[in-house]
């Protein structure tokens, strides 16, 4: 038997939307991130982008399980001296949402240029209305991937 291995050119990319009202953050982003990368698919290679597009709605209604909203941090470095921030993320929801998400996401893909690659592919909206009807995206229950 010979191992195939698929270009990016000779991929068919689909479009899929996912409404994440209600969903854990966590769950949603690591079934999305599964989509991206493209392991969903039989012609899946590890070091191209095989993965299909993802239209996230509803991001600002994603839920954090027990305490998270309270606890947890989003901090980040502006790089001058001493200027290491911290938000909660109940602070970071109710501002960006679509960040909160976008990062998650990103924390489940690969590092490095085809992970940035791939996170161009995700596309996250705070409310129900998105811009990408044009694609014909197929609606996607992630519970179910």
């Known amino acids: 038997m010979r191992t195939r291995s698929f270009a990016t050119k000779d991929v068919d990319r689909k479009w899929y939307v996912v409404d994440v009202d209600g969903v854990t953050l966590g769950r949603a982003a690591a079934r999305i991130a599964m989509i991206l990368r493209g392991k969903h698919k039989p012609?899946?290679?590890?070091?191209?982008?095989?993965?299909?597009?993802?239209v996230v709605v509803n991001s600002a209604k994603a839920v954090l399980t027990g305490r998270k909203l309270e606890q947890k941090m989003f901090v980040w470095h502006t790089g001058y001296m001493g200027h290491l921030r911290e938000r909660t993320y109940a602070d970071v929801m109710e501002n960006k949402p679509s960040e909160v998400f976008k990062r998650a996401v990103k924390g489940m893909l690969p590092r490095g240029v085809l992970g940035r690659q791939m996170l161009t592919k995700l596309k996250v909206y705070e409310g129900a209305?998105?811009?990408?009807?044009?694609?014909?995206?197929?609606?996607l229950d992630i519970s179910k991937v």
């Open 43 to 54: 012609t899946y290679t590890p070091h191209d982008d095989t993965g299909d597009f993802v």
């Open 129 to 139: 209305e998105h811009p990408h009807e044009a694609q014909q995206p197929e609606k």
